[in-house]
């Protein structure tokens, strides 16, 4: 039965399930417009969430957060004369570094990494332990021997903006989960950015970044896949696939699984392609918005993002205002967890099996920062071990010393005792 412009809908369990269904032109920018049928519009989906123990027990996507300002205050450090600080350089600066503790009490909960001496005047001082100053070093040589990669990186990330700019705040805001060095937009340095990048003022005073295309037709890492996989030969765009990874325990109701199939069968929609022939309530628009998602996330450094660091690309990557639905409409392609009193979307298919995407140089580099900021936990533990000890120890001397004390005074008052007699 075929419904013109019509709406189907069908309530079931904790779901929701609405079917449109009309007709719109899809342009291939490489071949004459073709017409497609949509057969089907998914919208105002409730899936109830499942949990999966794998991906909430990743470390280093969950460290991610609280890695960050100790990164920042490394990189601080190192750049500061003699690479040591008085704890008076950042004692202020908490809001800056995203702590919400004082700096102090933040430096010493990580002694693994930052090691506490007395300076002039007898105050705190702070420098890298040698551990801490060791992968500081190694990140740099990465930085300086994945250049290309990163700087790849940062013009993908900018030519998928629907303007092919974006503002400078912008950048700064996600230079963390691209990898991306401090200080990279510095014009006077130049380490990154080469002359395909140009900086220009946009709309409201900001200023934004741009890179110079040169016609190159840029292919994202579903394209790039496809062609390994020998379905894609950069013509047009069917049979491109979305990589689903179900959850143990997740199934989909038999609608709704329907109409994946049926979604998965629609061309593909590159991220780096103009969208606007499309129709935003249609599934093609669906499925741009599910490819910007996954290309965004194959990009970064553990392929996974807080969501709403994501949802504040709207209004720059032409992304809906529901943009959070895809990642509840596809749980087979992304899972978002909850663990540390945030949402995390994580991009599934590269933690499961071979995958195809690529890792992140930087991931490496963090994953021993990491596993050297788990030492301070020991650390920790042992020096609270040791003060007990020690109060111990000066309890039972403190004890003794009465004991003495005690005796001394009887033998006194005895003898006292006995000249009165």
């Not at 957060?65 to 190192?78: R, T, W, Y």
């Not at 300086?144 to 790849?152: G, R, S, V």
């Not at 379905?231 to 689903?244: A, N």
């Not at 050297?372 to 004890?399: M, P, T």
Request: proline share 4%; hydrophobic share 35%.
């Amino acid at each position: 039965m075929f419904f013109h412009n019509s709406y189907f809908t069908t309530h079931f369990g904790n779901q929701f399930f609405c079917s449109k269904i009309s007709i719109f032109s899809l342009f291939d920018h490489q071949k004459s417009p073709f017409r497609y049928t949509q057969i089907s519009n998914y919208v105002n989906v409730y899936m109830k969430w499942k949990k999966d123990p794998f991906f909430d027990s990743i470390l280093h996507i969950h460290k991610s957060a609280e890695l960050k300002p100790i990164i920042q205050l490394k990189n601080f450090i190192v750049n500061y004369p003699n690479g040591c600080i008085p704890i008076s350089a950042v004692s202020k600066r908490g809001l800056e570094f995203d702590i919400s503790i004082r700096v102090a009490r933040f430096l010493r909960q990580y002694p693994s990494v930052f090691e506490e001496f007395r300076g002039e005047h007898n105050l705190p001082w702070f420098r890298l332990t040698s551990e801490a100053a060791e992968i500081d070093r190694e990140e740099k040589r990465v930085l300086e021997e994945c250049k290309e990669d990163l700087k790849d990186r940062l013009r993908r990330f900018v030519l998928m903006s629907k303007d092919k700019v974006l503002p400078l705040k912008i950048i700064k805001g996600m230079a963390w989960y691209l990898g991306l060095p401090e200080r990279f937009l510095d014009e006077s340095k130049g380490d990154l950015l080469d002359e395909s990048f140009r900086f220009v003022d946009m709309e409201d005073g900001l200023k934004g970044l741009t890179v110079e295309s040169n016609g190159e037709k840029l292919l994202s890492i579903m394209q790039r896949n496809a062609m390994k996989n020998g379905v894609y030969f950069g013509g047009t765009l069917e049979g491109i696939e979305f990589p689903l990874f179900p959850s143990k325990g997740l199934r989909l109701r038999r609608k709704i699984e329907s109409w994946l199939n049926e979604f998965q069968k629609l061309p593909y929609v590159s991220p780096y392609e103009d969208f606007w022939h499309l129709d935003p309530d249609s599934d093609f628009a669906e499925k741009r918005v599910v490819g910007m998602l996954h290309e965004l996330l194959s990009l970064f450094v553990e392929h996974s993002a807080e969501r709403k660091k994501l949802l504040c690309l709207k209004k720059y990557f032409g992304l809906p205002q529901k943009v959070h639905k895809a990642f509840e409409r596809h749980p087979h392609m992304f899972y978002l967890s909850f663990k540390n009193k945030t949402c995390t979307a994580i991009l599934k298919e590269a933690y499961c099996g071979n995958s195809s995407i690529e890792k992140h140089p930087m991931l490496v580099v963090r994953k021993k920062y990491i596993r050297l900021v788990k030492e301070s936990d020991r650390i920790l533990k042992n020096r609270r071990i040791n003060n007990r000890f020690i109060k111990h120890e000066k309890l039972e001397k403190g004890s003794d010393i009465d004991a003495d004390s005690d005796d001394r005074t009887d033998i006194q008052a005895e003898e006292v005792s006995k000249s009165f007699c």
